[in-house]
T-cell receptor, first 112, second 117 residues
Framework: GDSVTQMEGPVTLSEEAFLTINCTYT??????LFWYVQYPGEGLQLLLK?????DKGSNKGFEATYRKETTSFHLEKGSVQVSDSAVYFC???????????FGSGTQLTVLP | NAGVTQTPKFRVLKTGQSMTLLCAQD?????MYWYRQDPGMGLRLIHY???????AKGEVPDGYNVSRLKKQNFLLGLESAAPSQTSVYFC????????????????FGAGSRLTVL
């Protein structure tokens, strides 16, 4: 089955620092790739997605590029804010029932 | 507001007790899912359904049963709760229709925190 290896956390950054969270995956076929974010005490929200090789998903200053050759989908943001503190999940989506396989999540804390 | 609603939000059980978590969606989605979230392990798929009257096992189905009698509802049951089932449970739903972006997005509920003593 599909699997995801995500950068271990927790990650602590100062405000305006550059963020990278690494994600690599193994999947059957040609999955769509997602990053979900979970703010404290809440459910998961879609952050961004990409559906084919070299696609770049972006939202709220976050970006990730679908790299088929390295099976990676690293999340980046040029300048993080305190409000970005959350847990971030990488997830390929595949299968006829559109199942998501989640990484273990990366806890990000941004200090003022 | 349209979305996925889970009830209850919190529950404490004793070992051996039974309970049912309810998930309701008002987006007319065909697909529904139950995940559990445990520290350091991300979310793992318990069961899912691709339509009314159908269910299938996910990665960690043991100790759980599900039913999808109505399209908008997906129930997760624990017949005899165990401390290992202490977790946060998330329901999600998705459309089976074609998405122009090529990727149907799962919409998640806010979660149900279950503690088994």
């Amino acid at each position: 089955g599909d699997s995801v290896t995500q950068m271990e956390g927790p990650v602590t950054l100062s405000e305006e620092a550059f963020l990278t969270i690494n994600c690599t995956y193994t999947a059957t076929g040609y999955p769509s790739l997602f990053w979900y974010v979970q703010y404290p005490g809440e459910g998961l929200q879609l952050l961004l997605k990409a559906t084919k090789a070299d696609d770049k998903g972006s939202n709220k200053g976050f970006e990730a590029t679908y790299r088929k050759e390295t099976t990676s989908f690293h999340l980046e943001k040029g300048s993080v804010q305190v409000s970005d503190s959350a847990v971030y999940f990488c997830a390929p989506l595949s299968g006829s029932a559109r199942q998501l396989t989640f990484g273990s999540g990366t806890q990000l804390t941004v200090l003022p | 507001n349209a979305g996925v609603t889970q009830t209850p939000k919190f529950r404490v059980l004793k070992t051996g007790q039974s309970m049912t978590l309810l998930c309701a969606q008002d987006m007319n989605h065909e697909y529904m899912y139950w995940y559990r979230q445990d520290p350091g392990m991300g979310l793992r798929l318990i069961h899912y359904s691709v339509g009314e009257g159908t269910t299938a096992k996910g990665e960690v189905p043991d100790g759980y049963n599900v039913s999808r009698l109505k399209k908008q509802n997906f129930l997760l049951g624990l017949e005899s709760a165990a401390p290992s089932q202490t977790s946060v449970y998330f329901c999600a739903s998705a459309s089976a229709g074609h998405d122009p972006s090529g990727a149907n997005v799962l919409t998640f509920g806010a979660g149900s925190r279950l503690t088994v003593l």
